[in-house]
């Protein structure tokens, strides 16, 4: 343990990489030379066993995991599986990355590497990773693209098909998801402030609206497109639905957050019921307002796609994913899909940006992490 | 009691009220042409009412046509009958119990992983918020067409879009639950020689109990969802997404009504099974109401 200054997990690790890319060179040698970086890589793996003799900075276990990817990836053959060697390379690969990632995290919580940066980096290694054996055992194994078409093609897809991608996030997002979002919300947050200065009322929303809230409302789809016909409108109106109650059951117990002191020191103010609300409740409940909106956000994108399984005008990200589906043409349906997520994780984290900004005050923005 | 149950009455008679009022307003423009048709002028508003509550195939169904559509598809038919509610009710349950299963087993896995292992913390956590900005509900169908081509077909894919969605509250509650133990109460179980799992066993995990349920509630509603949307895609499957499915295109609004009324109904039912689970489970480990 002194010698090389691992864990156990992080040695089992690197005896894991390094006999697998021995077992590469191995194999490969009937044919040597034929992919020359996959040799380099199996060579350099193999020996970085001399952990065993003397530690190894743990920026080359990063390198060489570099190394394996990009050969690996340059080494893939355009038809066919892949020779039986080069899944010894992805092993390989694969566990020089993850040892390289628990070396840094480790490295990071001993406080030789700074939090920031580097915190960052070992998630988008794992992405990485992800992404490359994602790559590597599609084309690899050959699976038919039918089935799971390789990142490469998905993103050339992506590439080729900007504008339809466009019109569809222009139809789904920009022409249902954005108005039924902000009518949905807006709806729940004026009831909530409607029926918050009844207490009778207030005992009787709140239990309905948490049961709403976990009622599948998706499956009112249908019957909004009976009624508002098959283009925007109706997907806007099932957005409405499902925003709703989450921001009506949020509002209302936000609205009760202030506490009684600072309620009394208003008083003491002789505001009135109108200010006590603009001037302390409200911003009060800036907190469990951002909780629904933040929610509110995946749940607008999802009612809009499934609304649009029950009929559409021939645009729209649930149209393209369906009739792909039909048409066999997955990797236009995975670059719908690629769109659908960075357009939710764009609107959650405008929405958790300007909740930074809005409640700067409370204790959860304040301690740094959102 | 009766401060609790009156308001919650109120609201519920005030939503009836307004609903029949609705059916009359939506149901009209039809019903007028059907009497114009029938040469009815004149009809008194009574008997108009009425007739609106009565339409075959109505814009908005009145409350009792869809109670008794309900009665008429459940207890009215045999239960192994194609159009019996109980039945399509049943291949939603099943398949939305098994990915429940599936998924809180899996959550409770990482989050154990995440709190006993600081790089899979670092990694793992950022991506499984990520994987959440996915919208899987948008390409259930696709996925379960995708794994029917692969040999899997009938619950399984189904439970797996269950389990896509009801993992993420279960790792996200159990991570927080298992890490609320505080310093002082560690550091009693080093006073003890305690090992690391009976720390597990003996703090943490009695600790993350309540976030457990907590998640559970969300995680089993959100699976109930997970499963009728995926079986839009499979139309001789059955189910109550089948029922939506076949009821929006031959326009049997009652039917769609119906199957919605009998999703809401169990996933209360099932909420509330777990509510009653976790006050078990508390009362059994003495925590205080």
Same mark, same amino acid.
Request: cysteine-free; proline content about 6%; hydrophobic content about 60%.
């Given at each position: 343990m002194n010698r090389t200054s691992l864990t156990t997990m992080q040695f089992a690790l690197a005896l894991l990489a390094s006999g697998a890319a021995a077992l590469g060179l191995v194999f490969s040698l009937p044919d040597p030379g034929s992919v020359?970086? =996959?040799?380099?890589?199996?060579?350099?793996?193999?020996?970085?066993?001399?952990?065993?003799?003397?530690?190894?900075? =743990? +920026?080359?276990?990063?390198?060489?995991?570099?190394? #394996?990817?990009?050969?690996?990836? =340059?080494?893939?053959?355009?038809?066919g599986a892949m020779p039986a060697h080069f899944w010894w390379a992805l092993v390989a690969s694969w566990a020089f990355a993850w040892l390289f990632v628990e070396r840094l995290s480790a490295a990071i919580r001993a406080g030789h590497l700074p939090e920031t940066g580097t915190g960052?980096?070992?998630?988008?290694?794992?992405?990485?990773?992800?992404?490359?054996?994602?790559?590597?055992?599609?084309?690899?194994?050959n699976v038919p693209p039918v089935l799971l078409p390789p990142p490469s093609a998905i993103g050339a897809r992506f590439m080729a098909e900007t504008n339809i991608l466009w019109a569809d996030f222009v139809q789904t997002f920009i022409k249902s998801v954005l108005p039924g979002y902000a009518i949905g919300c807006l709806a729940g947050l004026a009831v909530a402030i409607a029926v918050d200065r009844s207490p009778f009322l207030?005992? #009787?929303?709140?239990?309905?609206?948490?049961?709403?809230?976990?009622?599948?409302?998706?499956?009112?789809?249908?019957?909004?497109?009976? +009624?508002?016909g098959f283009d925007w409108q109706s997907k806007a109106a099932v957005v409405v639905a499902m925003t709703f109650f989450p921001m009506l059951v949020n509002t209302v117990a936000g609205l009760n957050a202030a506490s009684a002191i600072e309620r009394d020191l208003m008083h003491t103010y002789a505001a009135n019921n109108w200010q006590t609300l603009m001037k302390l409740r409200l911003p009060a409940a800036g907190p469990f307002i951002f909780n629904a909106l933040k929610i509110n956000s995946?749940?607008?994108?999802?009612?809009?796609?499934?609304?649009?399984?029950?009929?559409?005008?021939i645009v729209g990200m649930g149209f393209r994913i369906s009739t792909g589906v039909g048409r066999l043409a997955i990797d236009l349906v995975w670059a719908e899909i690629a769109v659908a997520a960075v357009a939710g994780s764009a609107f959650y984290g405008v929405i958790a940006l300007i909740e930074r900004g809005v409640t700067f005050w409370h204790p959860s923005v304040r301690g740094g992490r959102a | 009691m009766a401060n609790r149950v009156i308001p919650v009455l109120t609201i519920l008679l005030a939503i009836l009220a307004f609903w029949y009022a609705a059916a009359i307003w939506m149901n009209a423009p039809w019903q007028d042409r059907l009497n114009a048709r029938a040469d009815l002028v004149d009809v008194p508003f009574a008997e108009f009412a009425a007739q609106t509550w009565a339409q075959d195939k109505p814009v908005l169904p009145a409350p009792h046509q869809v109670v008794s559509e309900i009665w008429n598809a459940t207890v009215a038919l045999e239960i192994t009958s194609r159009r019996s509610l109980a039945y399509h009710a049943w291949i939603t349950l099943s398949a939305t119990l098994l990915g429940f299963a599936f998924g809180t087993v899996l959550g409770v896995a990482l989050a154990v992983a995440?709190?006993?292992?600081?790089?899979?913390?670092?990694? !793992?956590?950022?991506?499984? /918020?990520? @994987?959440?900005?996915?919208? /899987?509900?948008?390409?259930?169908?696709?996925?379960?067409?995708? &794994?029917? @081509?692969?040999?899997?077909?009938? !619950?399984?894919?189904?439970? !797996? /879009?269950?389990m896509y969605l009801s993992f993420f509250p279960v790792v996200v509650g159990m991570v927080k639950g298992l890490r609320s133990p505080e310093a002082i109460q560690l550091d009693l179980l080093r006073t003890y020689d305690a090992n690391g799992w009976q720390v597990f066993w003996k703090l943490r995990w009695p600790a993350a109990?309540?976030? !457990?349920?907590?998640?559970?509630?969300? *995680?089993?509603?959100?699976?109930? /969802?997970?499963?009728?949307?995926?079986? &839009?895609?499979?139309?001789? *499957?059955?189910?109550?997404?089948?029922?939506?499915?076949?009821?929006?295109?031959?326009?049997q609004t009652v039917q769609i009504w119906a199957a919605l009324f009998i999703a809401a109904g169990l996933a209360a039912v099932l909420v509330a099974i777990v509510g009653a689970a976790e006050k078990w489970v508390n009362g059994r480990m003495g925590a205080r109401a």
């Open positions: 020359p970086l =996959l040799t380099v890589f199996f060579a350099l793996g193999a020996a970085a066993m001399v952990r065993l003799i003397r530690p190894i900075n =743990l +920026w080359f276990d990063g390198a060489l995991m570099l190394l #394996g990817a990009v050969a690996l990836l =340059l080494a893939l053959p355009q038809t960052l980096v070992i998630p988008v290694i794992f992405g990485l990773a992800l992404l490359v054996a994602w790559e590597v055992i599609t084309r690899g194994a207030k005992a #009787g929303v709140m239990p309905i609206g948490n049961f709403m809230s976990a009622l599948p409302i998706i499956g009112i789809a249908p019957i909004m497109v009976m +009624w508002f995946t749940l607008a994108l999802i009612g809009a796609i499934v609304a649009e399984f029950f009929g559409t005008p | 995440i709190i006993h292992n600081d790089a899979s913390d670092r990694s !793992l956590m950022p991506w499984i /918020i990520a @994987s959440q900005t996915i919208p /899987i509900l948008a390409i259930a169908p696709m996925v379960v067409v995708g &794994l029917g @081509s692969v040999g899997l077909t009938g !619950l399984v894919p189904k439970a !797996l /879009i269950s109990m309540p976030f !457990l349920f907590a998640s559970m509630k969300v *995680g089993i509603a959100i699976s109930l /969802i997970g499963a009728v949307v995926a079986e &839009l895609s499979n139309a001789s *499957g059955g189910g109550l997404g089948v029922r939506l499915l076949t009821g929006s295109y031959n326009g």
